[in-house]
């Protein structure tokens, strides 16, 4: 968060005037402290540290592109105000504009090369660009022009615990609550360390501490679930914090204390069609099976009144910008949750007419781990699955091709999710009994979209992934399954180059003369491979209908 300045000298503004509006803001009283600024600009135009000051409010309410306007004001007359450019790289990294945020934090530390906090924000620019071990010689640079400075700590370990140095991660972290003790994004981090260092027991306390001192992180929540579903000693117990989780992000995203920030994120950014169109499809569906959800109807109302102003326009792909009264209509039904119901949940989820020891040999036996398994789940389990995916209400990711995520540590997740665990060890004990199960989660995809999700590879050691809609509904039989490479993915790449480089991944792929084996889709096949292959999503050609909407789980099991 960029943080209010006091260093320089006063303009034409009066030193009083000044300070009043620097205390409100260093109280937190955001609206005062804008409205003082606010003030002294009106009166003084070229008071650039106003000016800028009164951007940084713009900016920690939410409203960057005010605030960029104002930094950049601030600039035009004193191009030399260090401080202002640091938080216009602040302003410009929310705005997503990470090269121009980039440029704007290298000139910070170049007007002043002994401030501390210059080359922390530096760093943190470039951590964003991926250039991971620069953004660590700058948080290097940060603590050795100030030892005292926590947050330097702290991001220096979040940049080595992002390459995969857990330990120095660890070390970071440790000092940085030493310098400030009760730091809950150290101890979220901290715990997160502790965890890929097999260190369990001590990361539940730490994301518990975490969570005592800020209730509202759901990043760190989201987490400690992650812990207790690898655990798998209390599946009860894994289903409780999960549920808590998808609750802190419904709370955080459009519960009643975000009503005001959400309303103004919907009429300024508008909302994304693709995941309108989705919404507006379930509650339709759940409208027909008989479900009572509070305020359906008006979601249902205002949008499809959004849906047909939206077809109007030129850029059907584009977000539409609300107005007040239908950004409101939409808030009480997405804050609300619901979840498929059923009376038992079915005694077997792994089909058992299949002979999964000759399977588990097969796989053990291919030349490149890479096998498929047809008629996968029971029949009942089958069925389990697609009414739990098409009713329940935790499709809350949103990526840029149009596809809708569920997570199981925010809430896609049962008694069945986790049996299926169970019987995949207990079935397949040589591949999958030593490792544990670290994460599942479920991808919803737009019915007619051409393209899925792209290159990537995981950080697992086997990836597993089923398909659930009907054949009836895909368009193209022959497509929309899943393309895996059968190259490993290079062991020091960190998470964004694995999931971000795209050309790059190409690259490699095609320098180490991989070959692509293409899985057709079908409804109740899984795939099984190494995850450290590279894989996406064959082209899609679904019917567009609710149900038709094509559906993966995606179970990871061990870690690499």
Known sequence: MAKAKTGRKHQAASAKALNIAVAHHSAGRLEQAAAAYDRIVKSDPGNAQALHLLGV?????GDN??????ISRALDIDPDYADAHGNMGHVLSALNRHGEALSHFTTATVLEPTLAEAHNNLG?????????????????????????????????GAAHQELGHMSDAVNFYREALRLRPGYAEALARLAGALAALGETEEAIVSYRTAL???????TAQANLTSLYIADDTDPDRAIAESMKSLG??????????????????FTGEGVQLFRLKH??????????????????????????????RAAMANDPDAPVKLEKAEAAALLPYL????????????????????????EEQRYLESENEIVFFDDFLSPAALQWFQAYCLESRVWNKEYANKYLGAFSDQGFISPLHLQLGRELRQKLPRLFGPHTLNRFWGFKYDAILGKGINVH???ARLNLNFWITPDEHNLKPGTGGLKVYDVPSPSNWHFRAYNEGKDAIYRFIDDHQGNSVIVPYRCNRAVLFNSAYFHETDELHFADVYEGRRVNVTYLFGSR
């Open 57 to 61: 409010v713009r900016h920690q309410q």
């Open 65 to 70: 592109e005010i605030a960029l306007d104002l």
């Open 124 to 156: 943190q620019g470039l951590q964003q660009a991926g250039r991971i071990d620069d953004a660590i010689d700058s948080y290097s640079m940060a603590t050795t022009l100030n030892p005292g400075f926590a947050e330097a700590w702290c991001n220096n």
């Open 212 to 218: 005592d001192l800020n209730p509202d992180d759901a």
């Open 248 to 265: 802190m992000l419904l709370k955080n995203q459009y519960g009643d204390a975000a009503r005001a920030g959400t309303i103004k994120r």
């Open 279 to 308: 919404d507006l499809q379930q509650a339709a569906y759940l409208n027909g099976c008989g479900v009572v959800i509070e305020g359906l109807s008006e979601f249902v109302d205002a949008g499809n009144g959004i849906l047909a």
């Open 335 to 358: 804050q609300s949750g619901h979840f498929h119901l059923s009376a038992g949940t079915p005694a077997a989820v792994l089909n058992p007419e299949i002979d999964w020891a000759k």
């Open 457 to 459: 590879a995981d950080f």
